[in-house]
């Protein structure tokens, strides 16, 4: 029965993408292995990242959206390492076989997959038994020079800019909206937080509150970006867990401290939103908002850093590059207000085994 519906929803929607790229998949789906061939003088980079429902999405997300995140999060891996996308392989473990979701599903990883040329080589699809989850795993393997350094953590220097790319924390805004929508975010703030949460979400524009719900369901994986930074980055990272803590892994690999400007964080806002300081009581709001930045999650943004020199070289590839603060000697995150004075912020990550809170 499972070979009929890999047949319908995956073998057969992808043959055309297979087929367009068989320089480097040598074998696709209905093989006992697929065989892939990196371009000759290139390195092979590996990730892999499972959602599962109720953890990484909502039961009710638009089954599109789902398949669009399981690989959005798994192509940002290969971004956050300047790799160049050649195939990915699926596992799904489904409680039982609804047909139309797996239409769906299909459809938006189709779409994903198409816009960044990266074909579906193979996978496993099992049931889930008892458990009611449904669980998607990805891996998804990339290709880079081999006189590429790949951006390891451990390669930030002391001096270099830090830079992210797009909105960090627009996700998590579209996570708490969808929180309040379920009736849920008391069960993730205490009352003293809810109160600014609820306040800043009901002063929101509605169409903020749209991109950030868009955010939250379809990031879009910044593999060009990635790439246009080989030669110029020395460490990088995909925002997944929240910026605060992703550039924790930069800052303790590279045995380095992070000071990061208020100004330049909440600008990253007001640059695309500059009416949210015009809203009354904004003071307040920036506040929160900076929190949520820090703290957010599932942003698939890059964190990158890289030298001075570099500046005028990183701006002119994209202008939605934000630098937020550098790297100096010492340990951990820091925050620069504009009168100088330094506070020390918590590098916050999502934890899996742990209730979230802001
Ligand atoms: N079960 C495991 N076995 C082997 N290695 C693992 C396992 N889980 C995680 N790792 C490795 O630990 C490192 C950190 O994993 P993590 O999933 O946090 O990656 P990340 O890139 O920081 O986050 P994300 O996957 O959300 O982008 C990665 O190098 C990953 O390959
Ligand atoms: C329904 C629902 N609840 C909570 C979240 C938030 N969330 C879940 S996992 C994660 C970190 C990245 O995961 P990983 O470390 O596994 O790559 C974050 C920020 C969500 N997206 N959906
Ligand atoms: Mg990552």
Request: aromatic share 8%; hydrophobic share 45%; charged share 15%.
């Amino acid at each position: 029965m499972e070979f009929d519906l890999i047949h319908r929803h995956f073998k057969s929607p992808f043959a055309a993408l297979v087929k367009a790229n068989r320089d480097s998949v040598l074998t696709g789906i209905g093989d006992d292995c697929a065989a892939l061939a990196p371009m000759p003088g290139h390195g092979l980079y590996v990730s892999t990242d499972t959602l599962v429902e109720g953890v990484h999405f909502f039961s009710d997300d638009p089954a599109p959206a789902v398949g669009w995140k399981s690989l959005a999060c798994n192509l940002s891996d290969l971004a956050a390492c300047g790799a160049q996308p050649i195939g990915f392989t699926l596992n799904l473990s489904l409680p039982l076989i609804d047909e139309s979701w797996v239409a769906g599903f299909s459809a938006g990883l189709l779409e994903i997959a198409s816009t960044f040329n990266c074909p579906l080589v193979g996978g496993d699809t099992t049931s889930a038994g008892a458990n009611t989850a449904k669980t998607i795993s990805i891996t998804v393997f990339g290709e880079a020079p081999l006189q590429h350094h790949g951006f390891h953590r451990a390669l930030a220097k002391a001096g270099d800019d830090v830079w992210v790319s797009g909105t960090p924390g627009l996700a998590r805004l579209g996570l708490l909206l969808e929180y309040q929508r379920l009736g849920s975010l008391s069960r993730f703030y205490s009352s003293s937080e809810i109160l600014s949460v609820l306040e800043l979400l009901s002063v929101m524009p509605q169409s903020l509150k749209q991109l950030a719900v868009a955010a939250l369901r379809q990031p879009f994986p910044r593999v060009n970006l990635g790439q246009s930074l080989r030669g110029k980055a020395n460490a990088c990272v995909d925002l997944s867990d929240g910026l605060s803590g992703d550039l924790a892994h930069i800052t303790t690999a590279s045995g380095l401290s992070a000071v990061l400007a208020v100004h330049a964080l909440q600008s990253v806002w007001l640059k695309r939103w500059p009416e949210l300081s015009q809203l009354p009581g904004s003071v307040t709001f920036l506040d929160t908002l900076l929190n949520i930045t820090l703290q957010g999650g599932d942003d698939f943004e890059l964190c990158f850093t890289a030298e001075p020199t570099h500046l005028d070289a990183i701006q002119s590839i994209n202008t939605a590059l934000c630098r937020i603060g550098q790297l100096e000697a010492g340990e951990g995150l820091w925050l620069s207000q504009p009168n100088h004075s330094r506070q020390r912020v918590l590098g916050v990550s999502y934890k899996h085994f742990a209730e979230p809170t802001l």
